[in-house]
C-alpha cells in the first residue's frame, strides 16, 4: 500500500516565527506532491505543487522536495493566526499519475 | 464562478436506502474524484474519471458506484448504504495537467444509521 504519512499534530507556532510541516512518502516513483490547507469545517484548497527536487517559493510558502530521501516539506513565515488549520500532504503514484494519495494532515496552530 | 457543486450537503438515511450524491463542476475540467474523509485517516479516493465515460477506482471503491455521462457531472451512487459509509465526501475536479491540482466541493456529510 502505497502511503504518504505526516504527522498529526497539534503543531503549535508562535505568531511572526516560522512553521514547518513534514511528509515523507513510500513510492520512491512518485512524480509531483501537493500541499493543501483545510480550514475546520471546510473542504481543502490547493497552496502549492512541488515536482522538481529543491525549493519553490511563492509568497510566504515555500516547498521542499528531496527525492532521494523521499521527503516534502512545507514552510510558513512571518506565522499569521490566519494560518492556522490542517495542512495535507498528497502525491501522485508511479503506477498512475491519476491516482492522488492524501496523508492525515497536520493540524497547525498559530499562538497570538 | 469556477465551482464545483454537491448536493446534498447534508443528508441522513437509512441502511438500505440507495442515494446518489451529486456533483458538478463548471470549468470543463477533464479530471474528476471523489473522496472520503474520516478522522485519522485523511482523504481516501473512491473513484476518479479522466473524461467522459473513462472511470476507475480509487482506493475504498467497495459499496460505491460512478457514473460519466457528460464532462461536468460525476454523481456517486450509494446503491446499499451502510453504516460504515458514514463519512465526509469530498468531489474535486482538475484540469488535468496535473491531476493533484484539484479544486473540491464544499463536502457532503452524509450519515447512514
Known amino acids: 500500500q502505497k502511503e504518504v504519512e505526516q504527522n498529526s499534530g497539534p503543531l503549535s507556532v508562535p505568531e511572526g516565527a516560522i512553521a514547518s510541516l513534514n511528509c515523507t512518502y513510500s513510492?520512491?516513483?512518485?512524480?509531483?506532491f501537493f500541499w493543501y490547507r483545510q480550514y475546520s469545517g471546510k473542504s481543502p484548497e490547493l497552496i502549492m505543487f512541488?515536482?522538481?527536487?529543491g525549493d519553490k517559493e511563492d509568497g510566504r510558502f515555500t516547498a521542499q522536495l528531496n527525492k532521494a530521501s523521499q521527503y516534502v516539506s512545507l514552510l510558513i513565515r512571518d506565522s499569521q493566526p490566519s494560518d492556522s488549520a490542517t495542512y495535507l500532504c498528497?502525491?501522485?503514484?508511479?503506477?498512475?499519475?491519476?491516482?492522488?494519495?492524501f496523508g492525515s494532515g497536520t493540524r497547525l496552530s498559530i499562538r497570538p | 464562478e469556477a465551482q464545483v457543486t454537491q448536493n446534498p450537503r447534508y443528508l441522513i438515511t437509512v441502511t438500505g436506502k440507495k442515494l446518489t450524491v451529486t456533483c458538478s463542476q463548471n470549468?470543463?475540467?477533464?479530471?474528476m474524484s471523489w473522496y472520503r474523509q474520516d478522522p485519522g485517516l485523511g482523504l481516501r479516493q473512491i473513484y476518479y474519471?479522466?473524461?467522459?465515460?473513462?472511470?476507475d477506482k480509487g482506493d475504498v471503491p467497495e459499496g460505491y458506484k460512478v457514473s460519466r455521462k457528460e464532462k461536468r457531472n460525476f454523481p456517486l451512487i450509494l446503491e446499499s448504504p451502510s453504516p460504515n459509509q458514514t463519512s465526509l465526501y469530498f468531489c474535486?475536479?482538475?484540469?488535468?495537467?496535473?491531476?493533484?491540482?484539484?479544486?473540491f466541493g464544499e463536502g457532503s456529510r452524509l450519515t447512514v444509521l
Open positions: 474535486a475536479s482538475s484540469l488535468g495537467l496535473l491531476t493533484g491540482e484539484l479544486f
Open positions: 513510492d520512491r516513483g512518485s512524480q509531483s
Open positions: 512541488i515536482y522538481s527536487n
Open positions: 498528497a502525491g501522485d503514484l508511479e503506477s498512475s499519475a491519476s491516482k492522488i494519495i
Open positions: 470549468m470543463n475540467h477533464e479530471y
Open positions: 474519471s479522466m473524461n467522459v465515460e473513462v472511470t
